[in-house]
């Protein structure tokens, strides 16, 4: 999601919680959409809906987005346990999330 698109500045965090012993420097930190981030908060792992096993979140820094991930729509599937962890935990189909989507793939802003 382009940051652009948003009203809101993406926040700087971490994405191995500082509460699970996450560092502060660069190799640990992203941007990220405000309501990706307070769904992730100190999460890093989660339960698939098919396997119900606990499985780690995507990282967007050792893993490739369409390895996990399809678009469907303006929807987001979850190919893998990890893909469909993080649409759960993340919320990644909120009706909001969608329609923003939906509005941004119309206006082309939005590419898979
Ligand atoms: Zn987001």
Do not use: Y
């Amino acid at each position: 999601m382009p940051q652009a698109v948003h009203v809101l500045t993406f926040p700087i965090d971490h994405v191995i919680a500082r509460q699970h012993g996450g560092e502060t420097h660069a190799e640990n930190l992203a941007m990220s959409c405000v309501r990706c981030n307070s769904c992730k908060g100190p999460n890093i792992a989660g339960i698939d809906p098919r396997s119900r096993s606990l499985t780690r979140l995507f990282n967007p820094r050792i893993d490739h987005w369409a390895e996990h991930f399809a678009l469907r729509d303006a929807t987001i599937l979850g190919l893998t346990s990890v893909g469909r962890t993080t649409v759960i935990v993340l919320q990644l189909n909120h009706p909001d999330s969608v329609a923003l989507r939906l509005s941004l793939i119309a206006e082309g802003v939005f590419t898979h």
